[in-house]
């Protein structure tokens, strides 16, 4: 029998996130995500990078400077060598998710050695939904409803689902993403994983970026609950305790773990398992329950043995109706420890690697915990999930 | 603190100005915040940033703004997409007829940039892409310099155009690497067609500190910065040798004039500007710098040059006269009649730069095959000195073939002849093409005397045939003199003007007169020269005449680089269609007919005598003609031709002749090509150009 390859995550790291229409208005998604890249490649010296086996690169919009399969033009414009093939991937939200688990199928079947996942969204240049054609079949044989193309919208359907997922809720959970973040950012966590971007303003004048734009650190419960309600009158949700529009891009590096020991790379985490699941699209919040549920079955772990989670903030109902799910606490201290997208925004594809990126830092600095899960919900109803094992403590 | 209080300079209404825009951030590893001044005129790559009175006074307020402050650990300054800055705006330059203009636009960029080296904290020039003249000075101001690697243009041409380095590039640059090194690019780079410097040699010259990869060039250039400030990282520069300043100064004195013979003043004042630079205060230097820039400004010659590059870059590119491109014929194939030397060279250019199929014939197999080996070992030499991939050599090779068989000529779409210059041999040529190619190819001759209306006469199809006059050697001269015969059709003359777009030629328009523009002129002028020496001058002062113009090549060195067969031959031909104006030397001829290779001969050392066999043709009496009235004689006779030129229409206007003169004589700018200097002597009566034009204004 085969033995089965085991994946490490290597290394990640993150552009700070630009409010959409602000600081990265005139710098070109590609851009992005190949300062990332080889940033990423730099902080691993010890990885070759022609033994790089394949580049996948995820965009929610694959056109214009998101497209030309980003993963093989990113790759050649980071200066990898032209052997090094790539591809990209579309899951919308979770598509660097889905970068990073079909690049470890690969390892895992031991047809890759080491790969290098991203994602990237610049939705300044790509509002959600640019060129979205919806085929009339959705609405004439009701197969999803029109509520579901709207995100704030299956948010306030999730708030209807479960109606003890209040309002005030939602906005405890917002502030406290923002503590976080600020409070991560005050410790100087945050900033190890990012990589500072120069961004052009032909009027302004060129920058350098090191920091997310998007925190807002003096936020208080009565700012947040005097936000108007834009996806329903007298509704829920708000700006305040939603992640906002952004640009951004997200990178990693993985390998076959014995190769990582062979080549002395850093090990951070090690993939147990992960699962997909869809939901319906119009609450497509509760994707994560399904797909955590199924991660956890297949891989016969528990919930009670889960140390530490990286939940995306698409919505903070989102966020508490998992929690209610697995009857974990609102501000439990596992959740999201160095803040979330409601802080730092959610440029689409790219946030699933924020999020193991997070949990490997979360690892570093948590050294007796030892499974995390990087779990998030997907437009037109999906949830994603990984689960990692901590092996930070195990580099020499 | 600097202390200088800038004066600003009248605003140019005009000026495209390059703003300063100011952003400040935090520097990576807590090395405070950074003041980074972005510099940006608005418009993309194709309008590069330059510096007018506008631009100054922006980077001037930005400076104020960053000094108002108390915050602020470092200074940068980078470009647009492409661009650093390209220098100071000489738009307006050739309109100025003040000296004090000149001198307060000089000192008022002077005491701009000179803040960058005089700042409270330490500036960086972060050299994101082109830096030339004024721009390269800005980052010589500065502490640091970064560079990025696809830079695509590092110089101080100002020599080139005839100027100095006016903003302080004259006193920084061998104050920093050295007088060697900056020679190289005040002086030797400048004089060699505007040659640039790679980002790596700037690197190695140490006129920038560092180079980074495009794809991530300001972040890298910032974090260095940090890593500089915070003593992480050194910036080393060799000490310089003031010793032998002197002598690397003198040294270079020396190949000025072997170049120019004193011709043209600004790499002189260059020098002088860099002795100086020894010893000079920076502001000492400055002022130096202020004033040869306001005498070199109110001088002609400048104006010429200014004249010279406009024309090079404006009118080369665009040809007056030329039927819409829209008429022109696709060319999916090429013939070329003859395989000596010139055919095989014109095959090569072919092939390279229209990439189609490109038939060589000529009378047999064996010229035949020697032609084409001859391309072929071109090819292969390219290709081991890594210019040409595996692929492209393989392809050209397969693109360059040749045949005895006229009739692979029957789907050609432009077919051109360079075999023996005489006429009845060209006509053969064309008779027999005409039996097998379609009514509608281009029949192209090279020919550079003989009539292109005669050669097409007997043709059922004269329309489609054009004169088509490369230079020697083909590859690198740029001018391609397109002649329009009598009965030569628009969609012909159009085609003839695509192709040699396509070939990156400067085409021009000429008439079908004989030997055209550079030929006819410089045989003129050559000719009047040759006259002088059968009438008794030496061939020593008769060479020298030229010096005080400064020409690429002595009259007699040229003669014997052509050939004094092939000099006596056009010469003939000329005095032929002219013999009141141009006279086939008999004494040359006799030269020809004993097999002698030239006037000259040299020794190991490099010193020449004439050539005792010469001597003895000639004649060996003392010298009856100094070098200046030889070159009058010259002058007096050229300026004669232009007019009859201009008059029977050979060219649309004198900026062609000047043109053609500049690109296929290679005649230096500060001549304006020829007119301008027959104006500034005058020789001309009425001016070619009318004051102002290629002279400082009344």
Not at chain 2, 290 to 312: K, Q
Not at chain 2, 317 to 332: F, H, I, Q
Not at chain 2, 481 to 499: G, M
Request: hydrophobic residues 45%; contains cysteine.
């Amino acid at each position: 029998m085969v033995e089965r390859a085991n994946v490490v995550f290597v290394d990640g790291a993150r552009s700070p996130f630009a409010r959409a229409g602000s600081l990265y208005s005139q710098t070109r998604a590609d851009d992005l995500i190949v300062k990332v890249m080889r940033e990423l490649l730099r902080r691993n010296p010890h990885l070759p990078p022609e033994k790089i086996d394949d580049v996948a690169i995820a965009a929610a919009t694959q056109t214009g400077d998101q497209g030309m399969n980003i993963g093989r033009s990113a790759a050649l414009l980071a200066g990898l060598p032209n052997t090094v093939p790539g591809y990209s991937i579309d899951r919308w939200c979770a598509g660097a998710m889905t970068a990073v688990t079909t690049l470890s199928s690969a390892i895992m079947a031991g047809a890759y050695d080491i790969a290098l996942a991203g994602g990237v969204e610049h939705m300044t240049h790509h509002p959600m939904g640019e060129g979205m054609d919806p085929n009339p079949r959705y609405l004439s044989e009701r197969i999803v409803d029109p509520e579901a193309m709207l995100m704030g919208k299956t948010a306030e359907n999730l708030h209807d689902r479960f109606p003890h997922i209040t309002k005030d809720r939602a906005d405890a959970f917002a502030l406290g993403s923002q503590e976080k973040t600020a409070k991560a950012y005050a410790n100087g966590v945050i900033q190890l994983d990012l990589v500072p971007i120069a961004a052009r303003n032909a009027e302004l004048g060129s920058i350098l970026v090191s920091a997310d734009e998007a925190p807002r650190p003096g936020t208080t419960l009565e700012g947040l609950a005097a936000l108007k309600t834009p996806f329903r009158p007298h509704g829920r949700v708000t700006a305040g305790n939603a992640s906002g529009l952004s640009d951004g891009a997200t990178a990693a590096l993985l390998a076959n773990e014995k190769v990582a020991d062979e080549l002395g790379l850093n090990k951070k985490m090690r993939m147990i398992g992960f699962a997909f699941a869809g939901v319906e699209p119009e609450v497509m919040g509760v994707g994560p329950v399904p797909s955590t549920e199924k991660a956890l079955a297949r891989t016969g772990l528990s919930i009670d043995d889960i140390d530490l989670f990286e939940i995306n903030e698409a919505f903070a109902v989102q966020v508490l109706a998992l929690l209610d799910h697995f009857g974990i606490a609102d501000d439990d201290e596992r959740v999201n420890p160095m803040g979330g997208a409601i802080a730092v925004g959610h440029p689409l594809a790219s946030s699933g690697i924020r999020l193991m990126t997070n949990l490997a830092r979360d690892f570093t600095m948590n050294p007796t915990a030892k499974y995390g899960i990087t779990t998030m919900c997907i437009g037109l109803g999906m949830g994603g999930t990984v689960i990692w094992e901590n092996i930070s403590g195990s580099n020499a | 603190m600097s202390e200088t209080n800038p004066t600003a300079v009248a605003e140019n209404p005009d000026e495209v100005v390059t703003q300063a825009r100011v952003r400040y951030f935090p520097m990576p590893l807590g090395a405070g915040t950074m003041a980074l001044i972005t510099l940006d005129n608005g418009h993309d790559h194709t309008r590069p940033s330059t510096f007018g009175p506008g631009g100054l006074a922006s980077i001037n307020e930005a400076l104020d703004e960053i000094a108002a402050r108390t915050d602020v650990a470092a200074v940068g300054v980078t470009g647009k997409p492409f661009v650093f800055a390209v220098g100071a705006d000489l738009s307006a330059t050739s309109l100025v007829n003040d000296p004090a203009i000149i001198s307060a636009f000089g000192k008022f960029g002077h005491d701009v940039m000179r803040r960058f080296g005089e700042f409270s904290i330490p500036t960086f020039a972060f050299v994101n892409g082109a830096a030339m003249g004024g721009g390269l000075e800005l980052a010589l101001h500065c502490d640091f310099r970064s560079v990025s690697a696809d830079a695509a243009a590092l110089s101080l041409p100002e020599v080139f155009l005839g100027l100095i380095p006016g903003w302080g590039g004259a006193w920084l640059l061998p104050n920093l690497v050295g007088p060697k090194r900056a020679l190289e690019v005040i002086i030797s780079n400048s004089m060699s067609q505007n040659k640039q410097l790679t980002p790596q040699r700037a690197v190695e010259l140490e006129i920038m500190d560092v180079i980074f990869a495009p794809s991530d060039f300001l972040e890298q250039s910032v974090l260095w910065a940090a890593q500089v400030l915070q003593g992480i990282v050194a910036v080393e520069r060799a000490p310089i040798d003031r010793d032998s300043w002197d002598a690397v100064v003198d040294a270079a004195r020396g190949q000025v004039d072997a170049r120019v013979h004193g011709a043209t003043r600004a790499p002189y004042i260059a020098l002088d500007l860099v002795q100086a630079a020894k010893t000079n205060s920076r502001s000492e230097g400055f002022d130096a710098e202020d004033a040869a820039l306001t005498e070199l400004v109110m001088s002609d010659p400048l104006r010429a040059s200014l004249y010279s590059f406009d024309l090079v870059q404006k009118r080369a590119k665009r040809p007056v006269g030329v039927p819409d491109k829209s008429l022109a014929r696709p060319v999916n194939k090429v013939g070329i009649v003859g395989a000596g030397l010139m055919a095989s060279q014109l095959a090569l250019l072919f092939a390279r730069q229209l990439m189609v199929p490109v038939v060589m014939t000529d009378l047999d197999q064996e010229r035949v095959a020697k032609g084409v080996a001859y391309a072929h070992t071109e090819l292969d030499t390219l290709h081991t000195k890594g210019r040409i991939s595996d692929d492209k050599r393989n392809r050209l090779k397969a693109l360059i073939t040749g045949t005895t068989d006229k009739s692979l000529f029957s789907d050609a779409d432009f077919v051109i002849e360079a075999v023996f210059e005489q006429l009845d041999v060209k006509k053969v040529v064309f008779a027999q093409l005409e039996e097998v190619v379609r009514p509608d190819c281009i029949l192209a001759t090279n020919t550079s005397s003989l009539s292109v209306a005669e050669m097409a006469a007997d043709l059922a199809h004269p329309e489609r045939v054009v004169g088509f006059h490369f230079f020697n050697p083909v590859a690198l001269m740029p001018l391609l003199e397109i002649a329009r015969a009598e009965k030569t059709d628009d969609p012909c003359l159009a085609t003839a003007f695509a192709v040699g777009k396509g070939l990156k030629k400067s085409c021009v328009l000429v008439a079908d007169r004989p030997a055209f523009v550079v030929n006819r002129l410089l045989n003129r002028f050559l000719g009047e020269i040759i006259s002088c020496v059968d009438e008794g001058a030496s061939f020593a002062d008769a060479d020298a005449a030229v010096h005080a113009m400064g020409l690429p090549m002595d009259p007699f060195v040229l003669v014997q680089m052509v050939g004094p067969a092939v000099a006596q031959h056009v010469a003939q031909t000329l005095n032929g269609h002219f013999p009141d104006r141009f006279h086939a030397s008999e004494k040359m001829g006799k030269l020809v007919a004993a097999g002698l290779p030239g006037i000259w001969l040299w020794d190991e050392a490099g010193n020449k005598t004439v050539d005792p066999r010469v001597l003895e043709i000639f004649g060996d009496a003392p010298s009856t003609m100094s070098p200046d009235q030889i070159r009058d004689r010259a002058l007096t006779a050229i300026t004669q031709e232009a007019r009859i030129m201009l008059d029977e229409g050979v060219v649309a206007e004198a900026q062609d002749l000047d043109l053609c003169m500049i690109l296929g004589a290679g005649w230096p700018f500060w001549l304006g090509g020829i007119t301008p200097y027959l104006d500034r002597g005058g020789y001309s009566d009425p001016r070619f150009l009318a004051q102002g034009i290629a002279s400082v204004p009344a």
